[in-house]
Nanobody, 119 residues
């Protein structure tokens, strides 16, 4: 079920920046333990790009370390992915998620937003 609303995708030149937003229904973000972003490029497997835990700690895939920053604003029920120094290889559909890891386990997903990086 698509319950998270994504925005911010589009076309950007290599070396540019873009910020993705993912808004959850009011108060529901507190039911989850992990939030983050996956991406999937044509012909490629889905890849976990970044995640953030309730304590604020973040994890990034090696390919984006130093360039992407995941943050969350609980008061706005929103998580963000700031993407800097974009590369053509970053081109993919990006999906945000919230994950509850304690019973009852439960996931929420965004509808996906396309990020296309041109040369």
């Amino acid at each position: 079920q698509v319950q998270l609303v994504e925005s911010g995708g589009g076309l950007v030149q290599a070396g540019g920046s873009m910020r993705l937003s993912c808004k959850a229904p009011e108060h529901t973000i507190y039911n989850f333990n992990t939030a983050g972003w996956y991406r999937q490029a044509p012909g490629m497997q889905r890849e976990l790009v970044a995640s953030i835990e309730t304590d604020g700690s973040t994890t990034y895939v090696d390919a984006v370390k130093g360039r992407f920053t995941l943050s969350a604003n609980s008061m706005k029920n929103t998580i963000y992915l700031q993407m800097n120094s974009l590369k053509v290889a970053d081109t993919a559909a990006y999906y945000c998620f919230l994950k509850r890891s304690t019973w009852p386990t439960y996931d929420m997903w965004g509808q996906g937003t396309q990020v296309t990086v041109s040369v």
